[in-house]
T-cell receptor, first 115, second 115 residues
Framework: DTEVTQTPKHLVMGMTNKKSLKCEQH?????MYWYKQKAKKPPELMFV???????INESVPSRFSPECPNSSLLNLHLHALQPEDSALYLC??????????????FGPGTRLTVT | AQSVAQPEDQVNVAEGNPLTVKCTYS??????LFWYVQYPNRGLQFLLK??????LVKGSYGFEAEFNKSQTSFHLKKPSALVSDSALYFC?????????????FGKGTSLLVTP
């Protein structure tokens, strides 16, 4: 199974809502990532979890809160978002966070719209 | 800093013709280079990577890439383009970070293959 799954596929939320994005992989990968992608732009790294510990936070606002409950699951909790946070949110995983040569496997993404 | 550049925003090719999508890199040390493809409203899919060894790397869907150290390039190629190859292509380099590695992406090149 070389699949990364993400739910939901689409999410519309108001600026006062609280919602969560979910990501799951069963490849035994020990690195998991959240990216934000605007239309026709490259993905921007938000967070990296290495062996279930947060290792990189790319100066992301506190209204985004990541969580890694176990080695297969990754959540992104959203609260008080702004319209400019509307984007495609991608989850990815790779086998070894300490290996430069490992490719990342991406999920299909969650299309988030903040109204 | 490890970075890649994609000089073309868009590449147009007729079906059946060879295609090239350009990427140049700037790295210190050994370069670990990747190509990803993104179809509309989808996540990124890994195509191929260069680690070391043969300068011609073969990947998925008939794509290949040529690593050229003297020109610091890693161009993506395919001998005969298909309409279904139309997508957004990202070159990336693996860069060291606080506790592991992260991908630095180029800005992306949109490939349009016309019938």
């Amino acid at each position: 199974d070389t699949e990364v799954t993400q739910t939901p596929k689409h999410l519309v939320m108001g600026m006062t809502n609280k919602k969560s994005l979910k990501c799951e992989q069963h490849m035994g990968h020990r690195a998991m990532y959240w990216y934000k992608q605007k239309a026709k732009k490259p993905p921007e790294l938000m967070f990296v979890y290495s062996y279930e510990k947060l290792s990189i936070n790319e100066s992301v606002p506190s209204r985004f809160s990541p969580e890694c409950p176990n080695s297969s699951l990754l959540n992104l909790h959203l609260h008080a978002l702004q319209p400019e946070d509307s984007a495609l949110y991608l989850c990815a995983s790779s086998q070894d966070p300490l290996a430069a040569l490992d490719e990342q496997y991406f999920g299909p993404g969650t299309r988030l719209t903040v109204t | 800093a490890q970075s890649v550049a994609q000089p073309e925003d868009q590449v147009n090719v007729a079906e059946g013709n060879p295609l090239t999508v350009k990427c140049t890199y700037s790295v210190s040390g050994n370069p670990y280079l990747f190509w990803y493809v993104q179809y509309p409203n989808r996540g990124l899919q890994f195509l191929l990577k260069y680690i070391t060894g043969d300068n011609l790397v073969k990947g998925s869907y008939g794509f290949e890439a040529e690593f050229n150290k003297s020109q610091t390039s890693f161009h993506l190629k395919k001998p005969s383009a298909l309409v279904s190859d139309s997508a957004l292509y990202f070159c990336a380099v693996s860069a060291p970070s606080n506790s592991g590695y992260a991908l630095n992406f180029g800005k992306g090149t949109s490939l349009l293959v016309t019938p």
